[in-house]
């Protein structure tokens, strides 16, 4: 893809799920990489396992690697990972804002503290990565694109997941008022909307055969993505190929948008 040879990407949650496929995606194109990661056993953390496997494929593609721990809800962490990349990288062109939890509660029972710790990760997490890459980019006068790991859920409700649902709706707000702050310093920032996707984070369903076709029958296309198809659509916004889109989220849902209910029609006959 073009423009991304020996350019510098931060991903967050870079070790696990779509973050993974993110980071060795971006290698494949010449990319060097900031792999992030959790570190601590909290829900949601990846294993040592999978930042170890996402290190080996990443080096197997000859970038440069660097791997920064570092929890995105606190803010002296964010602010020593964004250095840490930089100095090591040798600067940063690219932001994957992708780490994500979510807590499953009928909102009538959730507590504040649970809401908090979601808004924190996706949301307030996105912004302090966001706030820290684009001082960089103005600081060095250089280019920059930030790309939010949002969800289709930043558009459709999401009922018993409401911290997550609200701080995927915030993320959508942050990539549009973002991208036209910036719009005029040489800043991109674009989302994408990934739909239901075999990663860790559904590991409620992927591997139950009965539920995992409950899932997929709601979609259009009939089947979960993959974290490789999210991947391809995030380097596509980092690229020049995308060089004048700006403030767009792109759903990568296999049709989930849509309004699948709405495929055999039954408002108006
Ligand atoms: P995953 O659980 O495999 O990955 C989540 C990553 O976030 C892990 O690497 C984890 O370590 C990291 N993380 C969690 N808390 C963190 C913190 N405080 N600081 C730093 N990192 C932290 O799940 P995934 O599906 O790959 O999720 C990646 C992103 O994609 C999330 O933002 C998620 O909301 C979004 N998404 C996923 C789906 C899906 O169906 N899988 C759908 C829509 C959106």
């Known amino acids: 893809m073009r423009g991304l040879q020996g350019k510098n990407v931060l991903v967050t949650g870079g070790s696990s799920g779509i973050g993974q496929a993110i980071a060795v995606r971006f290698a494949e194109y010449g990319a ?111 280019p920059g ?32 008022t973002l991208a036209l702050e910036y719009a005029g310093r040489g800043i991109r920032v674009n989302g994408i909307g990934p739909g239901a996707t075999i990663t860790p984070i559904n590991r409620a369903w992927i591997d139950d055969p009965q539920k995992k076709a409950q899932v997929e029958e709601h979609i259009p296309m009939a089947r979960a993505g993959t974290a490789d198809e999210m991947a391809g659509v995030t380097c596509f916004l980092a690229s020049d190929d995308a060089a004048y889109i700006t403030g767009q989220t792109l759903y990568v849902d296999g049709g989930l948008t849509l309004y699948p209910s709405f495929r055999d029609p039954w408002s108006s006959e």
């Not at 294993?47 to 995105?72: I, K, N, P, S």
């Not at 840490?84 to 780490?99: F, I, P, R």
């Not at 911290?163 to 993320?171: N, T």
């Open 32 to 142: 060097n990489v900031a792999i992030n990661y959790l570190g601590h056993a909290q829900e949601g953390a990846e294993t040592e396992e999978q930042v170890q496997a996402c290190v080996r494929r990443v080096r197997q593609e000859g970038v440069r690697d660097v791997l920064v721990q570092g929890d995105v809800s606190k803010e002296d962490d964010v602010v020593r990972m964004v250095d840490q990349a930089v100095s090591e990288l040798g600067g940063l062109d690219v932001l994957v804002n992708n780490a994500g939890i979510q807590i499953s509660r009928p909102s009538h029972e959730l507590s504040t503290k649970d809401f908090d710790k979601v808004l924190g990760v996706n949301l307030r997490g996105a912004f302090t990565c966001a706030r820290e890459a684009i001082g960089w980019f103005l600081q060095g006068e250089k």
């Open 145 to 176: 694109v930030i790309i939010n790991v949002s969800s289709v859920h930043q558009r459709i409700p999401k009922p018993n997941f409401l911290g997550y649902s609200v701080s995927k709706g915030g993320m959508q707000n942050l990539t549009t």
